[in-house]
């Protein structure tokens, strides 16, 4: 059973360029989440996701990043006109269907995209 | 504010030695809070959940504790080992069903 898939493993792009990273979740997990990790920083969350559906998109900055979670297809997050800020591991990670609300279990984690922009 | 801390940045322990690695929050009341560990350039693995109502929890060399009064969960690997060397994240989940919020992480170096 594969695990979730993330890529690029690696991106590089130059200011003022788009930068989208794609997550396919876990067999049977309808959730998705998307973290951002800076150097010596922890995780922080970003959004999460249901099919079509934006849950929580609190830790989102209000301009240039956007996610989807389409019916068919991975997830993405995009950030448009990237800036050096912007460089940082970006994590997702799902969670099974546990009926109303949110989750209540572990996350299972990808391997993480890693952006640089120069 | 809300915090969630891990006391140290990093813990240096001798193989053998029981490592103790510490989270503490502040303004949160969590149903559950979980361990995890990240290895260098890859993501998070899930190691133990334990919840509000539960002091304690094991699995094979690890046990975690949970002090809902003092607001803190202690995190000890039994019997270290080299192999034990990576970052340890704590997380909660804040209020229920609201995603997790992570610890910066303890980056534990066992020495052989």
């Known amino acids: 059973n594969a695990g979730v898939m993330q890529n690029p493993r690696h991106l590089v792009r130059r200011r003022g360029q788009e930068a989208r990273l794609r997550c396919s979740p876990m067999k049977g997990h309808s959730h998705v989440y998307w973290y951002r990790q800076l150097p010596e920083e922890g995780l922080k969350f970003m959004v999460y996701?249901?099919?079509?559906?934006?849950?929580?998109e609190s830790g989102m900055p209000k301009e240039r990043f956007s996610a989807e979670f389409p019916k068919e297809g991975p997830s993405i997050l995009r950030i448009q006109q990237v800036v050096r800020g912007d460089s940082a591991a970006y994590f997702c990670?799902?969670?099974?269907?546990?009926?109303?609300?949110?989750?209540?279990?572990?996350?299972?984690f990808g391997e993480g995209s890693r952006l640089t922009v120069l | 504010s809300q915090k969630i801390e891990q006391n140290s940045e990093a813990l240096n322990i001798q193989e053998g030695k029981t490592a103790t690695l510490t989270c503490n929050y502040t303004n949160y009341s969590p149903a559950y809070l979980q361990w995890y560990r990240q290895d260098p350039g890859r993501g998070p693995v899930f190691l133990l959940l334990?919840?509000?109502?539960?002091k304690e929890k094991r699995k094979e060399r690890l046990k975690v504790t949970f002090d809902t009064t003092l607001k803190q969960s202690l995190f000890h690997i039994t019997a270290s080992q080299p192999a034990d060397s990576a970052t340890y994240l704590c997380?909660?989940?804040?209020?229920?069903?609201?995603?997790?919020?992570f610890g910066k992480g303890t980056r534990l170096s066992v020495i052989a």
């Open positions: 334990i919840r509000e109502n539960e």
């Open positions: 997380a909660l989940d804040p209020s229920g069903n609201t995603p997790l919020v």
């Open positions: 990670a799902s969670s099974p269907s546990i009926g109303q609300g949110g989750n209540t279990g572990e996350l299972f």
């Open positions: 996701l249901q099919k079509e559906n934006i849950i929580d």
